[in-house]
């Protein structure tokens, strides 16, 4: 059989049987492209989660004191009402 130039690589033994000693670090950059745009995505739902709470509490604020006004209002209408009975006896 003839020798092609289509042959498997060579293994760095010193690497593999030590690794180590190996100090450059490999990273698949599909693998680390997509893991980063992961993170990306995750940042900006967790901003976009802040938003909406911020917002959802605002809401809330503006809510609780429509309704504390209006039973406000209530209680001095029946006050009113109590007061303005009672004269007339």
């Not at 020798?3 to 593999?16: G, I, N």
């Amino acid at each position: 059989m003839e020798s092609t130039e289509a042959t498997f690589p060579e293994a760095d033994v010193e690497k593999e049987l030590n690794p180590a000693a190996n100090q450059k670090v490999e990273v698949d950059p599909v693998s680390a492209e997509v893991a980063t745009s992961l993170q990306i995505k995750e940042q900006i739902d967790a901003a976009d989660k802040q938003k909406a709470k911020e917002k959802k509490d605002g809401l809330e604020t503006l809510k609780s004191g429509i309704i504390v006004s209006g039973i406000a209002i209530a209680v001095a209408g029946a006050v009113f009402a109590i007061v303005k009975k009672l004269k007339e006896k």
